[in-house]
């Protein structure tokens, strides 16, 4: 079966630091896309930072020198290191796969993934 499931979230002060996980099963890590999305009350969801099928590493502007997407292929997992968080950070984090290796232009947008996890709350504030 696969699956993704976060975990990782929580309440941190502003200037703080998480570390959120994606734990795949029924797939490798490895091979395939892996995004991370966001989502704050009210809001659409976004993207953070995603692994591209075509082995590029995207980051949302926001996300850009404060947050680290990695992954351990021994675990089949994908981390994604948050410092520095702002209170604008406040949402419910997604992890997403994306299989479709056959796609020439993947993006790190919501439409690319098809299989997502529950979502893992972060919450900053003081």
Known sequence: QTQVVESGGGLVRPGGSLRLSCAASGFEVEYYGIGWFRQAPGKEREAVSCFLTDGGTHYADSAKGRFTISRDNAK?????????LRHEDTAVYYCAADLDVTNIQPLCRPSGFSHWGQGTQVTVSS
């Open 76 to 84: 089949n997992t994908v981390y994604l290191q948050m410092d520095n």
